[in-house]
Nanobody, 122 residues
Framework: QVQLQESGPGLAKPSQTLSLTCTVS??????????WTWIRQPPGKGLEWIGY???????FYSPSLKSRNSISRDTSKNQFTLQLSSVTSADTAVYYC??????????????WGQGTQVTVSS
C-alpha cells in the first residue's frame, strides 16, 4: 500500500521560494502509469491542481502557476519536490501530494498525503 508524506516549512515570507517534498513509500515513483501530483487548497476555497511529474520525469504545470513553479524528483530517495517562487499571501494553503493513476483514457487520484499547511506571512 503506497503512502505519501509531505514535508516542508509551515511558514514562508513573501517573495521567498517555497520548497515542499513528498516522500513516497510502498511504491516506486518510476512505476508506469503513475503521475505524482501537487494540489493545494487555499482557506475557504476548493482544490487547485498545481502540476505533476510523471513516472518518466516529464512535468506538467497549471498555466496559472507555470511561471513560478517547478517539480523535480529524486528517484534514489523516492521523493518528488515542489518549488514555488515569489510566494505571496495568495499561496497560503494546505498543500497535498497525491498519486494519479492512468488507465487508458481514464485517470483518478488513488493515494493522498495528509497535507501540510503553508502560511505566507511577513
Amino acid at each position: 500500500q503506497v503512502q505519501l508524506q509531505e514535508s516542508g516549512p509551515g511558514l514562508a515570507k513573501p517573495s521567498q521560494t517555497l520548497s515542499l517534498t513528498c516522500t513516497v513509500s510502498g511504491g516506486s515513483i518510476t512505476t508506469n502509469d503513475y503521475y505524482w501530483t501537487w494540489i493545494r487548497q487555499p482557506p475557504g476555497k476548493g482544490l487547485e491542481w498545481i502540476g505533476y511529474i510523471t513516472n518518466s520525469g516529464s512535468t506538467f504545470y497549471s498555466p496559472s502557476l507555470k511561471s513560478r513553479n517547478s517539480i523535480s524528483r529524486d528517484t534514489s530517495k523516492n521523493q518528488f519536490t515542489l518549488q514555488l517562487s515569489s510566494v505571496t499571501s495568495a499561496d497560503t494553503a494546505v498543500y497535498y501530494c497525491a498519486r494519479r493513476l492512468r488507465r487508458g483514457p481514464n485517470w483518478w487520484y488513488d493515494s493522498w498525503g495528509q497535507g501540510t499547511q503553508v502560511t505566507v506571512s511577513s
